[in-house]
């Protein structure tokens, strides 16, 4: 009876995860965000009140998006309509490369291949609207997530202003023994997870500069923009170089092709392999204290588990187990160390004669 029990105990239990995972994973965001905006809001609060340092920190928080959005969404709107507004123009200089390619000529005879791509050319203007559908679309979708942004920026903001508290008065409950291992530990895990976050934002801006070095030596437009996107993407452990790269590489189409697009595509190749494999795990096992192995493995697991957002925490996950098993082993250690033997009684002494 008693194994039934327990069986039906942890079927219950991992039922009632699965339904509470949604606000399960909002707490633990907003915990990995308090941890990674502790140091600045630690920094502020020594110079005013710790609630008006909250509000600093979220306030630049905010801040940095809305200014991504004001540099990346103009342009890309700007060139999507001069890009469908050129797409007949583009039509028709096919159209007469095709007519004076005496092969290409009979190819487009039989299948009539440049009559198409006209018809539909001539068509795209005037399905932006449907375009404009879609984004509305999205547009309500990311309203109905700002819940969810707005939940964890609460949580965040609580455990910002009572979290060392708590965890306080749980060492405190803890033995005495306990106390100073388990504060070491909290301490070290909140490094840990700072010092990824300023890695990864070191990474960032090393790939935005030298993104924006690159296309400015090859004379392609909206290279600040495109250089913020190299970097953003960078946060990405292991395939965010690539996506970055994919995407640039196809505003490079349009501007000397194909010269620049291939001294871009090796550019991208060799640096995506230099960032995955030396910039990344460098500064990671500098900032983190994890080797390089550890990081590219935990990356991986975590990507397969959680997609981006396992990849995005598996460093940090990776150096919290670290120091938990680093501190679990030193209390085992101790706890079976014997007490040195006690030195041998010395022989009695021989009575007098």
């Known amino acids: 009876m008693r194994i039934v029990l327990v069986v039906v105990f942890v079927v219950i239990t991992l039922y009632l995860l699965w339904l509470l995972r949604k606000p399960i994973s909002w707490i633990l965001i907003a915990t990995f965000l308090a941890i990674a905006l502790s140091p600045p809001v630690n920094w502020l609060s020594r110079r005013m009140r710790r609630g008006l340092a909250i509000t600093v920190t979220y306030i630049g928080l905010l801040a940095v998006p809305i200014l991504l959005i004001a540099l990346l969404v103009p342009p890309l709107i700007t060139e999507g ?49 449907g375009a404009a559908g879609t984004l509305r679309d999205i547009g309500f979708g990311i309203v109905n997530s700002l819940f969810a942004l707005i939940t964890i920026l609460v949580l965040t903001a609580f455990l910002l202003s009572s979290g060392r508290q708590w965890t306080d008065a749980f060492i405190n409950s803890r033995p005495p023994e306990q106390r100073d291992r388990l504060r070491r530990a909290r301490d070290n895990m909140a ?43 960078s946060l990405i452990p292991l395939v965010g170089a690539t996506i970055a790269a994919v995407l640039i590489g196809i505003v490079t189409l349009f501007e000397n ?32 204290n994890v080797q390089p192995f550890i990081t590219i493995v935990a990356v991986l697991f975590g990507a397969t588990l959680l997609g981006i957002l396992g990849a995005l925490v598996a460093i940090p996950v990776a150096a919290s187990i670290q120091i938990l098993l680093r501190e679990y082993v030193d209390l085992r250690t101790l706890s079976i160390k014997t007490e040195p033997p006690p030195p041998p009684e010395p022989p009695p002494e021989p009575a007098p004669a």
Do not use: C, M
Request: zero cysteines; charged letters at 20%; hydrophobic letters at 45%.
């Open 81 to 129: 309509n001069n890009f469908a507004d050129n797409v007949p123009r583009y039509a028709d200089d096919v159209t007469q490369y095709v007519q004076k390619n005496d092969r290409l000529r009979e190819i487009n005879k039989d299948y009539d291949i440049t009559q198409k791509l006209e018809e539909e050319a001539k068509k795209l203007p005037n399905r932006l609207g």
């Open 257 to 288: 092709f194909p010269t620049a697009t291939i001294i871009w595509v090796i550019w991208a190749i060799a640096y995506q392999q230099i960032e995955n494999h030396v910039i990344q795990p460098q500064i990671q096992k500098r900032t983190v």
């Open 191 to 233: 490094s840990a997870v700072g010092g990824y976050v300023a890695g990864a934002l070191t990474i960032a801006l090393i790939a935005g500069i030298a993104t924006y070095i690159v296309l400015t030596i090859l004379g392609v437009p909206f290279r600040g923009p495109l250089a913020v996107i190299a970097g953003l993407f």
